[in-house]
């Protein structure tokens, strides 16, 4: 029964994390196409000629569609268009705070020249003596490194998450000295959140593998070899 138990568990681990990703990804696919595919032509839509639906299509549609909307956006009558159709939610009350905080956030996420979320970090909270885990998101800005600036000097920005859940969290200005920023990456740091600490990265098998590859690139002093000329005549 011991050893039985032990297969199941086995199996447990190897199956249920390849089930959760196709289900998530099944999930994603499924609601793409439900947004995607009421709007395509009923002539371009496979699912009219075949017995059974396709799944992805609208995926694959809205990843074509939006490289085209970027493409055309590249030159002087895209920009123009989008500038105007800016101008015209800015001047919308409610609308425009929407727009121009999405925006923003989706700039700063997915600009390639951006440091946010690339750096694990701890701090201590919520009090002396305990520590958290946080993802560093950038220096603080604006006017509130202006506000804190005498008392804390430079403050970061960084995202407390919630376990197991790391979608949510705490957003927390902390001065730039007391935050000790870690080796491992943002992939290890969310592992490790949600596994409310049971996976932990291999910090110290990465610490060894960096000394030996060190120590194999180091060049080693050449050892002295004694030469027929140099041994005494009998």
């Known amino acids: 029964m011991t050893r039985l138990r032990n297969y199941f568990f086995t199996g447990l681990i190897v199956t249920a994390p390849l089930a959760i990703t196709a289900y998530l990804a099944w999930s994603m696919i499924g609601w793409v196409d439900s947004w995607v595919k009421p709007y395509i032509p009923l002539r371009y839509n496979p699912d009219n000629y075949l017995p059974f639906p396709v799944p992805g299509f609208g995926l694959i549609v809205a990843l074509i569609v939006i490289t085209l909307i970027g493409s055309l956006t590249a030159n002087i009558i895209g920009r123009t268009v989008v500038s105007t159709g800016e101008n015209i939610l800015g001047r919308m009350p409610l609308v425009r705070s929407v727009y121009r905080g999405l925006k923003q956030i989706l700039e700063t996420v997915l600009s390639e020249r951006s440091d ?54 705490y957003l927390l200005f902390v001065p730039k000295a007391d935050v000790i920023e870690l080796k491992m990456t943002v992939e290890e740091g969310a592992k490790l959140v949600i596994s409310a600490g049971l996976v932990a990265p291999e910090y110290q098998a990465k610490t060894k593998a960096l000394a030996d590859t060190a120590r194999r690139e180091t060049p080693q002093p050449a050892r002295s070899k004694r030469t027929a000329s140099s041994r005494p005549n009998k």
């Open 116 to 169: 946010t979320f690339k750096k694990v970090g701890l701090v201590e909270y919520p009090r002396k003596g305990l520590w958290a885990l946080v993802f560093i998101a950038t220096e603080t800005r604006g006017e509130v490194q202006a506000q804190v600036e005498d008392d804390a000097g430079q403050t970061i920005a960084v995202f407390l998450p919630t376990t197991p859940n790391p979608t949510s969290g």
